[in-house]
């Protein structure tokens, strides 16, 4: 919950009052709880989502031994080619012993390669 705008908002900044930042809204300012905000997102903000929801649990995860990454998705990243063949955690794989990663990014809803 955004105390300063008084609605629920997704941004990588609690409580920010920087509007660059904010990814997304609740269309209404009278819900009390973010899991009533379902059918009422606007991501990014002006743009209704009637299919977004919100549930009280943790984020979903991948439950592989390995991910293999057969193209250059990542380019020019040639380390992100190939296998992630160590599970280190929840969403969270290894090359081999190198110190490249492949991770889940929950603010910015996607994967990345370090």
Known sequence: FNSISSVW?????????DDTQL????????IENVTE??????IPVG????DVKVMNSECP??????ID??????????PCVGPFDTRISSNLYQKGTSDVFLY???ILLR???G
């Not at 908002?9 to 009052?17: A, G, T, Y």
């Not at 743009?47 to 009637?50: E, G, L, R, W």
């Open 47 to 50: 743009f209704p989502q009637t």
């Open 61 to 66: 995860e991948v439950h592989c031994l390995g």
């Open 111 to 113: 994967w990345v390669c």
């Open 69 to 78: 990454i057969e193209y250059d998705a990542f380019l020019p990243n040639e």
């Open 104 to 106: 889940f990014n929950p």
């Open 37 to 42: 905000c379902n059918g009422l997102w606007q």
């Open 9 to 17: 908002s997704i941004s990588p900044l609690e409580d920010s009052v």
């Open 23 to 30: 990814k997304g809204i609740c269309a209404s300012n009278s």
